[in-house]
């Protein structure tokens, strides 16, 4: 992995993609029958969800799902949109804000990842910003579950 420099910083316009399986709870569909993007989409262990930065995918989100299964879904944000996300813990009064660095992978150069100032130390406050980062992403790629519903 080669360290971060100055260049790297990931600006306010840039876009976002986020790779999804093809997975129900992840797209499920609501009582007027369209299917949306639920906060699973943003499950992540270490609570640093990954994404690719566009701007260094040549193919566009193509080269985020095929690193993935073919029938993935890609979810498309704005970086000016997942700062602007806050979340406070109602006991401490913390207010968790959301940033996103590059981390860039041998396999992946485009590879940044979502993280909280301070780290999301506390399940209840990263559900609450994984259901704010659900919120602001669109489908670059639909998943396959969604194509096969609009034929």
Do not use: W
Not at 78 to 84: A, C, K, L, N, T
Request: charged letters at 30%; hydrophobic letters at 35%; glycine letters at 6%.
């Amino acid at each position: 992995m080669r360290p971060t420099t100055e260049q790297d910083l990931v600006a306010d316009d840039e876009t976002l993609y986020r790779a999804v399986r093809n997975d129900s709870r992840c797209f499920p569909v609501d009582e007027a029958g369209r299917m949306r993007i639920s906060s699973t989409a943003f499950n992540d262990r270490l609570r640093r969800p990954s994404v690719d930065r566009a701007c260094l995918c040549i193919n566009g989100p193509e080269d985020t799902r095929m690193r993935f299964e073919s029938e993935s879904a890609v979810l498309s944000l704005e970086v000016g949109d997942v700062r602007g996300l806050t979340a406070t813990h109602g006991a401490a009064g913390t207010v968790y804000g959301v940033d996103v660095e590059p981390v860039p992978v041998e396999q992946n150069p485009a590879h940044a990842e979502i993280y909280g100032r301070p780290p999301f130390d506390m399940d209840r406050v990263f559900e609450r910003i994984k259901q704010a980062l659900a919120r602001i992403s669109t489908f670059a790629i639909a998943p396959t579950c969604m194509s096969e519903m609009e034929e």
